[in-house]
Every structure is written in structure tokens, then in C-alpha cells.
């Protein structure tokens, strides 16, 4: 059983979409172990508590430096025994001894195409307005490994979405979301605890 722990800073739905896939079975062989945010007063932390996951609060603020809080949120990790971290809209940087200690078991969601619209200053709304100012007419999501760049690891699925003439930054997140984020990121875990996905120099084969 693949034990998860999923890093949140914001609503959370991505969280939700976990939750609800391993209650309806279509993610098999996983279980969120602890869910933990940022950000204290995040609607993620309710998700957790509503659905009996144990639900915490790590924030860089509350440490003396930020290598005292990187410390913390890797022990905290393999303490526990994590196998797969899953940052679901987690906008802090993630500490390099965390990814050195879990290379190709920490993956992300993006809000767009990787390489469109990805890196650094690229999260949440901001990725859909650089989105539209553009005038891309397809965009989607991405979840990808997690590496020592900003949205450069290995690559696991994507799904695209049509941009409509009368989107906004609002609809098109929202649409993104709703069509891509929430399908693949349960996608991936699944493929992930069924031992159906492998790194071979550096891209994702799906077995
Ligand atoms: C999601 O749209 C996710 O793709 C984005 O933050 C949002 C979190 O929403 N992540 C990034 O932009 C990372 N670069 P949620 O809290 O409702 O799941």
C-alpha cells in the first residue's frame, strides 16, 4: 500500500480529487497518510479533517530559517515513511535534501502544457492569464515529476483544453481544473501505486 502525503497551500481541491478516487476505487493500492499546508487557515486542512486524514500545518514563518523548516518538513516526511509526496498546489519551495531523498517519488500538478507557460513566477491564476494574453487556443495540465528545476522534471501525463473565445483567467483555471487537473493527478497516482510507471533516461515510460 503506497503511502502518500500531500502538500497543500490553498482549497484543495486537487486533495479532493485524491480523496475521492481512493473512496471510489479508481485509485487502488494508496493511502494518504497526513496531509500538510503551508498556510494555517487553508480550506485544504478542512478537506483532510472532513475526510479522517490526519492534517497539519508546517510554515516556514514559524522557524527560525528556512534551513530549520526544510529540516522539519523532510524529517517529517520519512519519519512517517512516505512513499510518494503529492504537491497539490503547494507554492513553497521544496527542500533540495527532500528531492535528493525522494527521486521520482515526489510529483506535481501544473496548470498548463509543460514546457508552455511553466517555471518560475508560473502558478496558480498567473498561468492562465500569461495563457490568454498569448492567445493560445489549446492549454491543460501537466503532472510531472518533481527535480531540482521548476517544472522540468520527468514528465507522466498531460491533457489538453480548449481555451473559449470568452475565457477569462477565472473560467479557463476553473475549466482546467475541472477537465485535466482532477482526472490526471489521480491518473498518475494510480499508475504510480500499481507499479505501472518507469524513468528511463529521464522520461516516463507507462508499462
Ligand atoms: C491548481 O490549479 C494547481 O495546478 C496550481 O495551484 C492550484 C491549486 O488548487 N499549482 C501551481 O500553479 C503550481 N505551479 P487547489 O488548492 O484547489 O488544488
Redesign the pocket.
Known sequence: MLKIAVL??????????IIDAIEAGTITNAQIDVVISNNPG?Y?LERAKNAGIEAMCLSPKEFESREIFNDVLTKTIIDRGIDLVV?????VIIPPQLIKAYKNRII????SLIPSF?GTG???L??HEEALKRGVKVTG?TCHFVDEGT?TGPIILQKAVCVEPDDTPKSL?QR??EQA?WKIMPQAIDLIANDRIEVVDGRVVIK
Open positions: 497543500v497551500s490553498g482549497g484543495g481541491t486537487n486533495l479532493q480529487a487553508v485544504a504537491l497539490a498546489g503547494f507554492l506535481n500538478i501544473h496548470p511553466c508560473f502558478y496558480g498567473k498561468v495540465a517544472d483555471q482546467v481544473m487537473e
